[in-house]
Each structure stands twice: as C-alpha cells, then as structure tokens.
C-alpha cells in the first residue's frame, strides 16, 4: 500500500490500535480542505499495532482532545518533505467541553448553556471527575 508523503503538514502517529477514527472525528478533519490518511493496524516495533494520521497541511490541533484520547501520541510537523518538530500529548489538566456530564443532578444539566469541564484527578489510572458534581467520567 501507498501513501504520498506530505509536504508539509502534520502527522499524528502511535496512535493506540483502532482509534484512529475516533480522533479523525473528534478533530472534525473531515470537514477540512486537504488530504488526510487514516493508516489503521500499521506494524510497529513498540506496540504491535498502531495508526496513524496524515494531514496534509499544517493546522492547529486541540492537544487537549488528543492527550484525553491517547496520551501516548506522537504529534510530528512536516516542513518541505522533512520532520521539523516532533513532540507528545500529555493528558490534559482540565477538559472543557468534550465530554458531558451524565449526572442528571448535576448543574450542567440544568444551565445548557454553562461549561462542560472535566478535572483530571488521579494521572496513573486517568480519572477525570465533573468539576461540579465530582461524578467520574465513565469510560
């Protein structure tokens, strides 16, 4: 299988197995103007199995999203056919409108127009916790 190196642009690699969709939608890179290549199930040393994304132009990323989803991502920044940058997503500290509170007490689901936030409180096992009712995200 071929897929064109980018130019310039962006590559998100090691990617945990089969999620690469997930992040494809959750960034909305559908709705973008450029090419963009899900490589699902690519052999990797690593882990085994990975995906990968190439975006073939440079945008901005929500590292927030992407540190929730995978925090062990890769994020590479290509710049005339070469690797300029390459960093990693940590989980974030607070999500803010991502993910929605399932409490049906909480206030959230009163003041629709009020912020979703997400506080993360325990890093090791990756709980994040309603900042006003304290319920745990459910996986």
Same mark, same amino acid.
């Given at each position: ?50 995906? #990968? +994304? $190439?975006? &073939?132009?440079?945008? !901005?990323?929500?590292?927030?999203? /992407?540190?929730?989803?995978?925090? %062990?991502?890769?994020?590479? #920044? +290509? $710049?005339? &056919?070469?690797?300029? !940058?390459?960093?990693?997503?940590? /989980?974030?500290?607070?999500?803010? %409108? ?42």
């Amino acid at each position: 299988m071929n897929i064109d190196s980018i130019k310039n642009g962006i590559v998100i690699d090691h990617i945990k197995a089969k999620k690469g969709l997930e992040i494809y939608n959750a960034l909305n890179l559908g709705d973008l103007d450029c090419s963009v290549a899900i490589i699902t199930n690519a052999k990797s040393k690593k882990m085994g199995k990975k995906d #990968i +994304i $190439k975006i &073939d132009k440079s945008i !901005d990323l929500d590292l927030d999203i /992407l540190g929730y989803l995978d925090s %062990n991502i890769t994020i590479n #920044i +290509i $710049k005339n &056919d070469e690797r300029v !940058d390459k960093y990693h997503v940590e /989980l974030p500290k607070e999500i803010v %409108n991502t993910i929605k509170c399932k409490n049906p007490r909480c206030i959230t689901a009163q003041e629709t127009d009020l912020t979703h936030v997400f506080v993360l409180t325990d890093k090791d096992k990756k709980i994040y916790r309603c900042k006003y009712c304290e319920t745990i995200k459910e996986e």
